[in-house]
């Protein structure tokens, strides 16, 4: 198991690589394709994302979960809220 700063740093650059990339160099039947692997990696992002959501911890003085989504995504609190609901839902169990 590598170290998560890795993975994110690799990550960021493969986003900047894609962004970057022009989809109109593959032939027209690839391209839906390549939309097809976007999605998924997109899918599987909000997956990973709902797993390490489960994992945050409150500790002294700090707000709830919820508020401190909200405040660090720059999303709302309503919004954050779904995020740890659906989170709590849809995240592997261990019993």
Known sequence: MGSITAALDALDAAVEMLGAADIEELPAPERSAALERLE????????ISHDQTTHLERYE????????????????RAAAKRRVRDAEQLTARTT
């Open 40 to 47: 998924k990696a997109i899918r599987q992002q909000v997956a």
């Open 61 to 76: 003085g700090c707000p709830p979960i919820p508020i401190v989504l909200a405040d660090v995504l720059r999303i709302s």
